[in-house]
């Protein structure tokens, strides 16, 4: 095959280098050549790359690395804790305090403690410049890669290999803290690991020890101070209430509210005697002046009464004895008969004196009521007058216990805290579950996985070197292509016809260019991208606008893939040719009720896809304006080969909206000549379709 360029110059191909295919791919046969014919230095840069790096990795120093585990859980008895804390929850530990406490494991003030006691500074591993100060890292230092060890101080160099030597982690989904440490020595690495995880457990009790003495020493300052104040504000009260005359009686009330309420109870008691004492009066000489007989308590509490009435008893006995002998005119019989009148007289008469008796004592217990009620009146108006007083006495009693109760509880924090640091009641938020040991392998470096990278590495660059100088070296896949010497250009792409020019006032316009859907459909595949999308309009409703979007999309179909989208939301048809009628479409999609994926459904007849209106209900314009249908046509623009609107009616939509979705517009009318097919034309020209051509429908096809 000879490859020939656009000025039909013949070009003989390069031994040794990938052929072209036809569309411009690469020969892979002829790429697996190419590398066999050079695998002897492939080989052998592979093999040199591997050698460097045993060598490389066998002149390192080995590090050993021991790891130690720490656990982050609150260790604190519940029944030394302070009493403010006791129902608080602190067994949970959140991610955040788990980073937290890795930043305590590295801090330098916890660093600087390990480097100390294990004599870091004094091994030539840690600080460098007691071996002498290496060139290379001088030469870095100058050249400001890294920093030159002579011009930084002992410490900091020890600091540097130890971070260097250092890693600190958390495992994941727990509150464990790894703690690794590499060294040359193994022994020093589980010494240092172990080191760091004890002196991390011996500063976070330290601190609470510290903040717990230290809270100690500001409530004793406290404590004194609050002394005095409440020593002050009960002083003030007491003064003040010997100033105003205010005393307190036994229930702890102002003695002018004691005799209130004291008197207020007499006058009780008296008001209530005294209708006692009228009403049993009124009920006593009642009973008399009615000649019934008296039967009262107070009459039966009467000595006299008693005696009358046992006589009157004997009397009426003795009569009824006599009756039974004697007839009634006898002596005897009347003799008893005027000793019971008698005592019935004299009964009528003392009940009339114990009467006069309840009513004087009726008096004088109004007499007292009356005293009473003059009484309350004085005290009344002097407790009006220390009302004020009072007052003010309760707001320094208030104040006064204010200060006392807040020393109370500063003395009950006091007591806890003095107990907490007597007894180093504070063990620290962590500890040791796994404890660091030396290694018997070294960490690092990996000699075998280190070895077997570079090898890969090399025997990859040195393919990669070898197929891009081969594929650089093929002639350009832009050249045409022929059989032997008759090489051939592609054939030319026919361009759509372009639009007339709009006639002059007062000259007969020419008729409009007329083309069918096969030559439609040619002249979008020879376009290029130019063609990859085109809008389907009708002049007017029912010309047969979605019939040949559909024609056309099937058209374009035999050869490409061409995606059918339906923008005509005053009359949406091209669900009824879907696999999935009910399938939600653009107006879903615009609402955010539907995925992209969701709205995409084929053709019954045909390797068209479908994207339908959906139910646009009375959303069709909010729906065209909305600027997602420029995103969801680019999408589908890179997803198909094709891409073919139908938007329906011109009379019905506003078509300036649909002219930057695709620019190539198809022109459906049943009459090319009518006035209106000019007019609707003219009207897509201004909206900003730059290339439209003119299809003649049918009203048969509107209705198929």
């Given at each position: 095959m000879l490859?020939?360029?656009?000025?039909?110059?013949?070009?003989?191909?390069?031994?040794?280098?990938?052929?072209?295919?036809?569309?411009?791919?690469?020969?892979?046969?002829?790429?697996?050549?190419?590398?066999?014919?050079?695998?002897?230095?492939?080989?052998?840069?592979?093999?040199?790359?591997?050698?460097?790096?045993?060598?490389?990795?066998?002149?390192?120093?080995?590090?050993?690395r021991s790891e130690s585990r720490l656990l982050l859980d609150t260790r604190e008895n519940v029944f030394l804790r302070a009493e403010a804390d006791k129902g608080v929850d602190r067994g949970t530990v959140?991610?955040?305090?788990?980073?937290?406490?890795?930043?305590?494991?590295?801090?330098?003030?916890?660093?600087?403690?390990?480097?100390?006691?294990?004599?870091?500074?004094?091994?030539?591993?840690?600080?460098?410049?007691?071996?002498?100060?290496?060139?290379?890292?001088?030469?870095?230092?100058?050249?400001?890669?890294?920093?030159?060890?002579?011009?930084?101080?002992?410490?900091?160099?020890?600091?540097?290999?130890?971070?260097?030597?250092?890693?600190?982690?958390?495992?994941?989904?727990?509150?464990?803290?790894?703690?690794?440490?590499?060294?040359?020595?193994?022994?020093?690495?589980?010494?240092?690991?172990?080191?760091?995880?004890?002196?991390?457990?011996g500063v976070q009790?330290?601190?609470?020890?510290d903040q717990t003495r230290a809270a100690g020493n500001w409530l004793a300052g406290e404590i004194d101070k609050m002394r005095t104040k409440v020593a002050d504000a009960e002083a003030n009260v007491e003064a003040y209430r010997v100033k105003s005359n205010l005393f307190v009686g036994s229930n702890n009330s102002s003695l002018p509210n004691q005799q209130l309420t004291e008197i207020n109870s007499q006058i009780a008691v008296a008001r209530g005697q005294k209708a006692d004492l009228e009403a049993r009066a009124r009920q006593l000489r009642d009973l008399v002046r009615s000649g019934k007989p008296v039967?009262?308590?107070?009459?039966?509490?009467?000595?006299?009464?008693?005696?009358?009435?046992?006589?009157?008893?004997?009397?009426?006995?003795?009569?009824?004895?006599?009756?039974?002998?004697?007839?009634?005119?006898?002596?005897?019989?009347?003799?008893?008969?005027?000793?019971?009148?008698?005592?019935?007289?004299?009964?009528?008469?003392?009940?009339?004196?114990?009467?006069?008796?309840?009513?004087?004592?009726?008096?004088?217990?109004?007499?007292?009521?009356?005293?009473?009620?003059?009484?309350?009146?004085?005290?009344?108006?002097?407790?009006?007058?220390?009302?004020?007083?009072?007052?003010?006495?309760?707001?320094?009693?208030?104040?006064?216990?204010t200060q006392r109760d807040l020393l109370?509880?500063?003395?009950?924090?006091?007591?806890?805290?003095?107990?907490?640091?007597?007894?180093?009641?504070?063990?620290?938020?962590?500890?040791?579950i796994s404890r660091a040991t030396p290694a018997t392998k070294p960490a690092y470096p990996k000699k075998l996985p280190t070895v077997l990278i570079a090898a890969f590495a090399a025997f990859a660059l040195s393919a990669g070197f070898t197929v891009t100088g081969a594929l650089l070296a093929s002639p350009p896949a832009s050249y045409s292509y022929g059989y032997g010497a008759a090489a051939f250009e592609p054939p030319p792409m026919p361009r759509m016809a372009s639009?007339?020019?709009?006639?002059?006032?007062?000259?007969?316009?020419?008729?409009?260019?007329?083309?069918?859907?096969?030559?439609i459909a040619r002249g979008l595949r020879h376009a290029g991208e130019a063609g990859r999308r085109v809008t389907v309009v009708g002049t007017m409703r029912n010309v047969g606008t979605t019939y040949a979007a559909i024609t056309l999309a099937r058209a374009l179909a035999h050869a490409a893939n061409v995606v059918?989208?339906?923008?005509?939301?005053?009359?949406?048809?091209?669900?009824?040719?879907?696999?999935?009628?009910?399938?939600?479409?653009?107006?879903?999609?615009?609402?955010?009720?539907?995925?992209?994926?969701?709205?995409?459904?084929?053709?019954?007849?045909?390797?068209?896809?479908?994207v339908a209106a959906g139910n646009v209900g009375n959303d069709g314009a909010l729906i065209a304006a909305s600027p997602a249908l420029a995103t969801v046509i680019e999408a589908l623009t890179h997803s198909y080969n094709h891409v073919v609107i139908d938007i329906g009616s011109a009379a019905d939509i506003a078509v300036e909206r649909f002219a930057s979705l695709a620019t190539h517009a198809v022109l459906v009318a049943v009459d090319p000549?009518?006035?209106?097919?000019?007019?609707?034309?003219e009207r897509l020209m201004m909206a900003g379709f730059a290339d439209i051509t003119l299809l003649v429908g049918r009203v048969q096809s509107a209705a198929a």
């Amino acid at each position: 095959m000879l490859f020939r360029n656009k000025s039909k110059v013949a070009v003989p191909p390069t031994p040794a280098v990938v052929s072209a295919a036809i569309a411009g791919e690469p020969d892979l046969r002829g790429l697996g050549r190419v590398l066999w014919q050079k695998k002897t230095k492939i080989l052998g840069f592979t093999l040199l790359a591997a050698a460097f790096a045993f060598l490389v990795v066998n002149a390192i120093t080995p590090r050993y690395r021991s790891e130690s585990r720490l656990l982050l859980d609150t260790r604190e008895n519940v029944f030394l804790r302070a009493e403010a804390d006791k129902g608080v929850d602190r067994g949970t530990v959140d991610p955040e305090a788990v980073t937290s406490q890795i930043q305590l494991v590295l801090s330098r003030d916890l660093a600087r403690d390990v480097i100390n006691k294990e004599k870091l500074s004094d091994k030539p591993e840690f600080d460098t410049n007691l071996n002498g100060i290496p060139a290379l890292r001088t030469l870095l230092g100058l050249l400001g890669i890294g920093r030159d060890p002579s011009t930084m101080s002992r410490e900091e160099r020890t600091m540097e290999s130890y971070y260097d030597r250092l890693s600190v982690s958390a495992v994941e989904k727990s509150r464990v803290i790894m703690i690794d440490f590499s060294s040359a020595d193994p022994e020093l690495a589980a010494r240092v690991a172990n080191t760091i995880a004890e002196m991390y457990l011996g500063v976070q009790q330290a601190v609470k020890q510290d903040q717990t003495r230290a809270a100690g020493n500001w409530l004793a300052g406290e404590i004194d101070k609050m002394r005095t104040k409440v020593a002050d504000a009960e002083a003030n009260v007491e003064a003040y209430r010997v100033k105003s005359n205010l005393f307190v009686g036994s229930n702890n009330s102002s003695l002018p509210n004691q005799q209130l309420t004291e008197i207020n109870s007499q006058i009780a008691v008296a008001r209530g005697q005294k209708a006692d004492l009228e009403a049993r009066a009124r009920q006593l000489r009642d009973l008399v002046r009615s000649g019934k007989p008296v039967e009262s308590s107070d009459i039966a509490n009467s000595d006299s009464m008693r005696r009358l009435v046992d006589q009157r008893v004997a009397f009426r006995s003795q009569l009824a004895e006599q009756s039974s002998t004697l007839l009634d005119q006898h002596p005897r019989i009347k003799e008893l008969r005027a000793q019971i009148a008698e005592l019935d007289h004299q009964i009528l008469s003392e009940g009339e004196r114990l009467a006069r008796q309840l009513d004087n004592d009726a008096a004088v217990a109004g007499n007292r009521l009356e005293s009473l009620t003059a009484s309350i009146d004085q005290v009344k108006k002097l407790a009006s007058q220390t009302n004020e007083q009072d007052v003010q006495l309760r707001a320094l009693e208030r104040e006064a216990k204010t200060q006392r109760d807040l020393l109370e509880s500063y003395l009950a924090k006091y007591r806890e805290a003095s107990a907490r640091d007597s007894i180093i009641a504070a063990p620290p938020e962590a500890r040791i579950i796994s404890r660091a040991t030396p290694a018997t392998k070294p960490a690092y470096p990996k000699k075998l996985p280190t070895v077997l990278i570079a090898a890969f590495a090399a025997f990859a660059l040195s393919a990669g070197f070898t197929v891009t100088g081969a594929l650089l070296a093929s002639p350009p896949a832009s050249y045409s292509y022929g059989y032997g010497a008759a090489a051939f250009e592609p054939p030319p792409m026919p361009r759509m016809a372009s639009p007339p020019l709009a006639p002059a006032a007062g000259i007969a316009a020419a008729p409009l260019p007329v083309s069918t859907v096969e030559q439609i459909a040619r002249g979008l595949r020879h376009a290029g991208e130019a063609g990859r999308r085109v809008t389907v309009v009708g002049t007017m409703r029912n010309v047969g606008t979605t019939y040949a979007a559909i024609t056309l999309a099937r058209a374009l179909a035999h050869a490409a893939n061409v995606v059918l989208v339906d923008l005509a939301f005053g009359a949406p048809n091209l669900s009824v040719i879907s696999t999935d009628p009910k399938a939600p479409g653009i107006a879903e999609l615009v609402r955010g009720s539907a995925s992209f994926g969701d709205i995409i459904t084929r053709d019954q007849y045909s390797n068209v896809h479908l994207v339908a209106a959906g139910n646009v209900g009375n959303d069709g314009a909010l729906i065209a304006a909305s600027p997602a249908l420029a995103t969801v046509i680019e999408a589908l623009t890179h997803s198909y080969n094709h891409v073919v609107i139908d938007i329906g009616s011109a009379a019905d939509i506003a078509v300036e909206r649909f002219a930057s979705l695709a620019t190539h517009a198809v022109l459906v009318a049943v009459d090319p000549t009518h006035p209106a097919t000019k007019a609707a034309r003219e009207r897509l020209m201004m909206a900003g379709f730059a290339d439209i051509t003119l299809l003649v429908g049918r009203v048969q096809s509107a209705a198929a």
